[in-house]
């Protein structure tokens, strides 16, 4: 069952009706200011950091899941009816409702009794600002008298504060009303340099500050007395719950529309600029001001979306492919790049999953997140490198997350995690060869923020190896440490108190667990380092990672294989975890793809072995589960991971951001056919038909869906924010379609389902575009991959550069400055 279809000339997915399974969101913003928006118009918005900097309040794991934030009513002020043109909160019954979320904007249509509206909702580039442009259209055959109501209720910036410290903050509360525009002071007089204001296009009938004279007593945001009245009552809120609601009355000839934009802002002050006259308390207004003035001129908000549609039009230029299939299209020109974006800007921190108080910038995630995501704003990637360089500790590790206003590291959701430092180097060496930018090897970078301790940032590489290094378990491997990539792999906690967080309790000393997964990483990290060395002409430190990792692989080859795939862990005593000896959870995945891509197992057959071991045990036709089988019983010395009920999350869930690992490992072995099999299996949009049993967006990838011990198998959760995103997007742009930047050009390497003779692809690599058409010859084979692939599979396989063959599969970088080369790959 659909819920609505994908408009892929419009780049949107079109929402038809409102009661979806789950909020189906989009986000808008994608610089300082950003926003959640759900197909009822429901979310909230907040200044780079979902904790610290909260314009709106937003009440989580509501009755409904969804109850608004960007309250927009209409009413017939002729009969007194009233409605929400996104459904909630009143859920009075609307004729036409779409919702139509695009790259950076929602559109939301809907009409009522021969009354018409369509809302854009969107952040303009480059503002710090949020606009609801609602067109109103009389259908009806005689005039109507209308109004409409825009409502906000402020967070009182620190959303953990907001949500806890009702004693000190329903007092604090503070607005100002001049001109028809609310400001939300709250703390302005005294320590914040920043406040939030909401007005409207058009001179208002009237306003309310405080949330319980809009409301009336005891009323809900469905039944606001205010707008059943058609009257607000000009209420100035002291403390309790500061609002913004501004009315607009509008007269409508038969036929006619008009245009009406609420606009939610933020506006810093530089500290000595902050009142108007310097010496009184009024708060200086005027760049609020000129920002508003700019929406009362109709037709602002079309420009807006004109260039908001043009900036995505360039981002994804850098990749765009027509291959036949729909899924795989729509995916890679569109929402996967999209999605890549959203994880880029926002890690794990605010989704309908995650609160936006309990995570910031993860240090692992972002630096995966950078994986998908480099092509398109290269020089945003090299910020976000040395903003979490900057983060790490001396001795290599890191914290496993920073708050993305401070820049600064916390430990607030744990420490220790062992796998953090390599995940550096995969960034880096992304953006290298993405750019070819070497200089960033040089940026002095502070350890910890500490000022003055900076070192180059190819000294962070090279204490990212040493720290694993240091920490080598008895079986050569290394320590887990808290958990490694499976943050529920707690081999160290033992946590046997009710409530206690595996992520944070204490490590019990004096164990051995070593993880075998952190082993494959560091093999496919410290080659990427040892490249990197090289580079930079450092041949010592790259014949030492070179030598570390030719180590790891031995260590792996000895202790590491279990017989028919790779184990995942030795636990704080020495015991195996994810081996055929186990009871539960005897294969595990991750340790499966990452040795592939970590080149281990390949030249000995043992990857070819393990991935038919996991299609054996692990996959599923909703994707391939995490491991089996599920933990049934708690197991105290694995932690976290068998506290999930079989099937959820880390206990063989089919968790999303593992699976693009296999595809990887099923292309590097040549098989097209079984990276399409999985891809298709979680791709969303492959998924759409089924959006009754999967439930979350069909535009997006979520981090897992429910495996087959799940009394729910198939049903997804944890949209949006996930791995997931970067991860498809490396292996079905690089792997599959085999179009791979490197340090000295991009190759084009395919490896094809059998059931594809063709596609063509454009692929922007450092200025140049690269237009590229692969074929296969009648009877040809499917595998444009490295020497020994093609030999043992037989095909031959042709690459033509602008007209001339060249050797391999890697194409020479052109002269700079060349706009255009022409790639053709025959597969004969
Ligand atoms: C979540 C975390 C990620 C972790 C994964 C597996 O997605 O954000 O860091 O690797 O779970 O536990
Ligand atoms: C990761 C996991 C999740 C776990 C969390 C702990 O995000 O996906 O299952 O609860 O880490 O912080």
């Given at each position: 069952m659909r819920y609505g279809h994908f408009d892929d000339e419009r780049r949107e997915y079109v929402v038809t009706r409102p009661d979806t399974p789950l909020p189906w969101i989009n986000y808008l913003g994608s610089e300082d200011y950003f926003a959640l928006v759900s197909n009822t118009a429901g979310g909230y918005s907040f200044f780079r950091d979902a904790r610290l900097r909260r314009l709106i309040r937003y009440r989580y794991n509501n009755a409904p899941l969804d109850v608004g934030g960007r309250f927009l009513y209409v009413r017939d002020d002729d009969t007194g009816d009233y409605w929400n043109p996104g459904w909630q909160p009143t859920q009075r019954e609307l004729e036409d409702y779409t919702c139509r979320h695009g790259l950076g904007y929602t559109v939301i249509a809907a009409a009522r009794g021969g009354i018409r509206t369509e809302t854009t909702y969107l952040v303009p580039p480059g503002e710090t600002l949020e606009v609801w442009r609602t067109r109103v259209t009389n259908d009806r055959p005689i005039a109507a008298r209308l109004s409409l109501f825009g409502a906000v209720e402020f967070c009182l910036w620190d959303a953990q504060d907001d949500a806890t410290n009702f004693q000190r903050n329903l007092s604090t509360g503070e607005v100002r009303v001049e001109d028809g525009v609310v400001y939300h002071l709250t703390e302005y007089r005294e320590r914040r340099d920043h406040f939030a204001w909401f007005a409207c296009s058009v001179p208002v009938a009237g306003f309310d500050t405080s949330r319980e004279a809009f409301?009336?007593?005891?009323?809900?945001w469905d039944r606001p007395l205010a707008v059943e009245g058609g009257r607000l009552s000009g209420s100035i809120a002291h403390g309790w719950q500061p609002v913004g609601a501004l009315h607009a009355t509008l007269v409508l000839e038969p036929g006619e529309s008009r245009d009406v934009a609420f606009v939610l802002g933020y506006t810093e002050n530089p500290a000595d600029d902050k009142f108007d006259p310097t010496d009184s308390d009024r708060p200086n207004t005027a760049r609020a001001r000129a920002l508003i003035e700019r929406y009362r001129e109709p037709g602002q908000t079309d420009e807006d979306l004109a260039a908001l549609q043009a900036t995505w039009t360039d981002r994804l230029a850098g990749l765009q492919v027509t291959t036949g299939d729909p899924h795989v299209d729509r995916m890679v020109n569109i929402w996967n790049p999209y999605q890549c974006m959203v994880t880029f800007n926002l890690s794990r921190s605010a989704s309908m999953f995650e609160s936006g108080i309990g995570r910031g910038m993860g240090f692992r995630d972002s630096n995966q997140d950078l994986l998908g995501f480099v092509h398109m704003i290269p020089e945003r990637a090299r910020a976000r490198i040395l903003d979490i360089a900057a983060t790490q500790l001396p001795d290599g590790g890191a914290y496993h997350q920073y708050q993305p206003l401070t820049k600064r590291g916390n430990h607030d959701v744990g420490?220790?995690?062992?796998?953090?430092?390599a995940w550096l180097v995969l960034g880096v060496a992304a953006y290298l060869k993405e750019t070819g930018d070497r200089a960033i090897l040089d940026v002095p970078v502070p350890w910890d923020n500490e000022e003055g301790s900076q070192t180059p940032l190819h000294d962070h590489l090279r204490r990212c190896i040493d720290f694993t290094l240091g920490r080598l378990g008895p079986h050569g491997l290394p320590l887990i440490g808290r958990a490694d990539w499976n943050d529920c792999l707690n081999l160290n906690v033992f946590s046997d108190r009710p409530g206690e967080s595996f992520q944070t309790a204490p490590n019990r000393p004096g164990g051995v667990a070593e993880s075998v997964f952190i082993a494959g990483l560091f093999v496919l990290a410290a080659r990427e380092a040892s490249a990197i060395a090289r580079l930079r002409g450092d041949e010592t430190e790259a014949s030492r990672c070179a030598a570390a990792a030719t180590a790891m692989t031995g260590s792996i080859e000895a202790h590491g294989w279990d017989g028919a795939w790779y184990r995942r862990a030795y636990d704080h005593v020495g015991n195996l975890v994810g081996s055929a000896e186990n009871d539960e959870g005897q294969i595990f995945i991750e340790p499966q793809g990452m040795m592939a891509m970590a080149g281990v197992g390949l030249g000995d057959g043992r990857t070819r072995t393990a991935i038919a071991s996991v299609r054996e045990r692990l996959a599923t036709p909703h994707g391939i589960m995490l491991q089996q089988p599920a933990y049934a019983t708690y197991h105290l010395e694995l932690g976290e991971i068998s506290s999930y009920p079989p099937g959820y999350k880390e206990n063989?869930?089919?968790?999303?951001?593992?699976n693009p690992w296999l595809m990887i490992a099923e292309a590097i072995t040549g098989n097209g056919d079984g990276a399409l099999d999985y891809y298709l299996r979680i791709n969303p949009s492959a998924r759409e038909a089924i959006s009754d049993v999967h439930r979350c967006e069909p535009y997006v990838y979520a981090q897992m869906i429910a495996g087959r011990d799940a009394p729910t198998h198939g049903e997804a959760k944890n949209s949006w924010l996930t791995g997931t995103a970067a991860w498809n997007m490396v292996a079905i742009s690089q792997w599959i379609l085999g179009i791979r930047p490197e340090h000295d050009g991009l190759r084009v390497e395919p490896v094809l389902p059998e059931s594809w003779t063709s596609f063509r692809a454009t692929r922007r690599f450092r200025g140049t575009t690269y237009d590229i058409d692969v074929r296969r010859e009648p009877g040809g084979g499917t595998v444009g991959g490295s020497d020994d692939l093609v030999s043992e599979r037989g095909p031959r396989v042709e690459v033509v550069v602008d007209g001339r063959p060249i050797e391999g599969t890697r194409i020479p970088l052109p002269g700079s400055g060349t706009p255009l080369v022409r790639v053709e790959v025959r597969l004969a």
């Open positions: 409301l009336g007593a005891y009323r809900g420490s220790g995690f062992n796998d953090d430092p063989a869930g089919v968790f999303c951001h593992t």
